[in-house]
């Protein structure tokens, strides 16, 4: 039984619907998933484990330039489409993108998923592959939910009060970002710090370059501005949905640590399907958080087709299985930001499961 819970999605306190499995128990029902859900990618065709999202990226990227010339437009209403397709394809690029590519979702090669993680990552992120690889695959997705490992962390500042963190904290993103960055490359081998720097060079360069030259921006004030504004557009929701989907839940010392399948369906939480963000930031990230978690191989769309097994053989088995709304989640942190962003959270203990 379950001695001390920090919450559920809700923020009440949480009770798992049934003892978590023990030991061997808990392999087995994580075999027995793990064989439901590759009896479904074997029967998927190409398109539906890897063609649909490199469709999404590649029409994202064809999009670019209608981006750029829609802001030479003095029509209000066409700068303002630009901005949108700009803002949603650099998300669509630096969040998904990144995101499979990272994961080794977009292709079967190992080597074209390198040369993909450099462009999505350094190029158009301005942050080193190999940095945003360990801190996510071998941090996260490896201690998900273990204090000080994969609890998300990353993404709490403890000095910043609830309503500078939710509404004006995410604008600095996209300058806070490659500043990061930065202080990552001094710790890295000088040859590796070069390649990255001129990757990231090269991208706000480019993006810089464009403004310029092809949307017609006179002055490198208005240009940066707009770098700003596009690389912004998402911020709001990309920190929220980072924090809303683990962060108070149950949370685990290193010693204390459940099974994978516990640990996963305690401490991940689904968001209702957002037309928008399923498109810029992916199905893995909104919706299907726990099956990517449990299956961080599997691409956006695979996710999404394995949801209904992987929702019921939880509740066919009594485990939990997290969903709330985006609203609430955002209401839930206003009234307890100090709670779950500031103060240290309480340690689930799950006995039978060490």
Not at 238 to 244: A, L, P, T
Not at 279 to 288: D, E, K, M, P, V
Not at 316 to 321: A, M
Request: glycine share 6%.
């Amino acid at each position: 039984m379950e001695r001390r819970a920090s919450g559920d999605p809700r923020g009440e306190p949480m009770e798992p619907k049934s003892p978590p499995p023990e030991g061997g128990r808990a392999e087995e029902l994580l075999g027995e998933l793990d064989g439901l859900v590759k009896d479904v990618v074997r029967a998927s065709s190409w398109w539906e484990r890897r063609g649909l999202d490199c469709a999404i990226l590649t029409l994202s990227l064809l999009a670019v330039p209608a981006g750029f010339l829609c802001l030479r437009s003095e029509n209000v209403l066409v700068f303002a489409i630009g901005i949108t397709i700009l803002g949603v394809c650099h998300y669509t690029l630096t969040v998904k993108g990144s995101h499979l590519a990272t994961h080794n979702a977009l292709t079967e090669s190992k080597y074209w998923n390198k040369i993909l993680a450099l462009f999505f990552v350094e190029v158009c992120t301005a942050f080193p592959a190999e940095y945003a690889k360990y801190g996510h695959v071998k941090m996260h997705h490896g201690y998900t939910n273990v204090l000080g490992l994969g609890d998300s962390s990353t993404w709490k500042l403890p000095c910043l009060n609830r309503y500078i963190y939710m509404f004006l904290a995410p604008c600095l993103v996209p300058i806070i970002t490659p500043l990061v960055a930065l202080e990552r490359l001094r710790k890295v081998e000088l040859g590796s710090a070069l390649q990255t720097l001129g990757l990231i060079s090269l991208g706000l360069y480019a993006h810089y370059w464009l403004l310029l030259n092809v949307s017609g921006f006179r002055s490198p004030g208005s240009a940066l501005a707009c770098m700003l504004l596009t690389r912004s557009l998402l911020a709001h929701p990309y920190i929220h949905v980072n924090i809303f989907q683990h962060i108070g839940l149950p949370m685990f010392s290193l010693d204390k640590k459940p099974r994978r399948i516990h640990m996963m369906s305690l401490g991940v939480l689904n968001l209702p399907r957002l037309p928008v963000l399923d498109w810029a930031f992916g199905h893995s990230l909104i919706s299907c958080h726990v099956e990517h978690h449990l299956f961080p191989a599997l691409s956006d769309n695979m996710c999404l087709k394995v949801k209904p097994v992987v929702s019921k053989f939880f509740r066919e088995k009594q485990l939990p299985y997290n969903e709330d709304s985006y609203l609430a989640r955002f209401w839930l942190f206003l009234d307890r930001y100090e709670e779950f962003m500031v103060q240290a959270p309480p340690i689930t203990e799950l006995v039978g499961m060490q």
